[in-house]
């Protein structure tokens, strides 16, 4: 019953921004974790940001001070502010809600995330 969608990835220089979203449906503020994924090409996949169970951030160290997530008030919207790109976070980027207890695991450290619900994925690349 959740679903979730992508959208504003697009192709852009070094250095420069974009803003990702992602919509949910059928989605209860329950326990879920809410983040951002991303996968490269040749590489695996590699937690991103997520919202902690209070609404608090959490980055990978690779784009943090880079990267910014945040909800909606309405709860029915996710994004993520990128900037100052780079060209390794060149990747097709998924939004991802899982019932989780630690987030923070659920996005760095987790392998398995089948019991959770993905996007279709958005392409963002970025040249040099």
């Known amino acids: 019953q959740v679903r979730l969608m992508e959208s504003g990835g697009g192709s852009v220089k070094a250095g420069g921004s974009l803003k990702l979203s992602c919509e949910f449906s059928?989605?209860?503020?329950?326990?879920?974790?809410l983040g951002w994924f991303r996968q490269g090409p040749g590489k695996e996949r590699e937690g991103v940001s997520a919202?902690?169970?209070?609404?608090?951030?959490i980055y990978s160290e690779s784009v943090k001070g880079r990267f910014t997530i945040s909800q909606a008030n309405s709860n029915d919207f996710m994004y993520l502010e990128m900037d100052s790109l780079m060209p390794n976070d060149t990747a097709i980027y998924y939004c991802?809600?899982?019932?989780?207890?630690?987030?923070?695991?659920?996005?760095?450290?987790?392998?398995?995330?089948?019991?959770?619900?993905w996007g279709q994925g958005t392409q963002v690349t970025v040249s040099s």
């Open positions: 919202l902690d169970h209070d609404g608090s951030a």
């Open positions: 991802a809600a899982e019932q989780a207890r630690y987030c923070r695991a659920w996005l760095l450290v987790q392998r398995d995330h089948s019991i959770g619900y």
């Open positions: 059928g989605y209860s503020d329950n326990c879920y974790c």
